[in-house]
């Protein structure tokens, strides 16, 4: 053990000058044994070499040059031995311990975990530890090998052996790969999102278009610094527009041509079996190069094709005097009401009869490309006259 002054000086600064190599442990471990050594001699023969404690400024004193005498930073550091702090952050708790792993103050750090979005939160973490370490001055580098191709990461760490080697010498060096860039960690922020194509789905009721992220990176270098480029994410698609009957609602872009396809008679308006095309559904679509909302499902069927009365109900509209165009049957449910347009109604129906389901309602009428009109309302009180296309519903969901 040295017997004088400067010579304990000269320890304290050698192991203080560990500290930018990884770890506050090692000091303190450090210091630890040379307080031991202290304890082992005679104090009377050691601690006058030390600088003392002034009475009016306790264990933390500093020498004029700033600096910890030895004593002061031994009761330092038993002073940081003997407290803890408990962070409810689950982000900078993590954040903490990431950053003594990174700093080589544990060997081993095991994260239990049961969130279902822990990859955030440790992505979101290692970040927060990096960039303390960083400030500190501690960090050399953290390297993600697994996103790194082989050559980058040897250029990593032949950087890193550059760092280390003149981090831990007195005298500037030249360097040892001048022309090696260290290939580590990059950090983006996100800076906006680009679109990209759209299409149409489920027959012109779903718009769909792509997007990515674009962030504005730069690589999280040590040693140099570098322009920020732009890199982007994935393509996605995303759901921008849906036709829920909304009539308010129109679609940013015209609906594509609806592909007809064969009715079914799930809502049995056709005696079965019947030969039917669905070839105009209920919601947005586009006519004439304009979008239009359609309150009903058109059904092509030939001229004279009976049409039932799928639900039971009271008859409150009957026209007779406009054929082929709005000649038809309306009845009502309930609040609801139910249209059979572009029908000859049949003659033995009038106005406040009390129909069942399965009634003949008529025929469906010589009208250009023959169909039958389907629709379906909520109008106030069961007023037809109130129906509108913001009070339609889907008469076969």
Known sequence: MPDNK???????????????????????????????????????????????FPDDRGPTSRREDGKLALPAAYAEMRSEDRRRSIMLDPEEALASQLADFYSDRLDVLEVRHTSTGFNALLKNAHYRAVDLLRARGHLINVLTVSELSREETISSLRSLAYILETRSSKTTKQPVFPDVGLL?????????????????????????????????????????????????????????????????????????????????????????PVVGTVASDWGWRTINGQTDFHAGI????????????????????????????????????????????????DASLHIGDNINAGAVLGLTANYPQPHLHFA?????????????DSNSLNPCP
């Open 6 to 52: 400067g010579q304990l000086d000269e320890i304290y600064e050698k192991l203080k000058s560990l500290e930018p190599l990884g770890s506050r442990a090692v000091l303190r471990r450090a210091l630890a044994i040379v307080a031991t050594q202290i304890n082992e001699l005679a104090a009377d023969r050691i601690l006058p070499l030390c600088e003392p």
């Open 184 to 272: 580590g960690r990059e950090i983006c922020h996100s800076v906006g999102v680009q679109a990209g194509s759209t299409q149409w789905r489920n027959n012109g009721t779903r718009l769909e278009q792509q997007f990515r992220d674009v962030f504005s990176c730069i690589d999280e270098d040590a040693c140099c610094e570098n322009a920020a480029y732009t890199k982007h994410g994935d393509w996605r698609w995303e759901l921008v527009w849906e036709d829920t009957g909304d009539s308010s609602k129109p679609p940013p872009t015209n609906p594509p041509p609806f592909q007809q396809h064969p009715w079914e008679n799930r809502c049995p308006v056709f005696p079965s």
């Open 298 to 345: 058109d059904i092509a069927v030939p001229v004279g094709t009976q049409v039932l009365a799928p639900v039971g109900g009271e008859i409150v509209h009957i026209n007779r005097t406009s054929p082929g165009a709005e000649t038809g049957v309306i009845v009502r449910t309930g609040s609801t009401i139910r249209q059979y347009w572009h029908v000859d109604p």
């Open 376 to 388: 379906q309302y909520n109008p106030p009180n069961g007023d037809w006259t109130k129906k509108s």
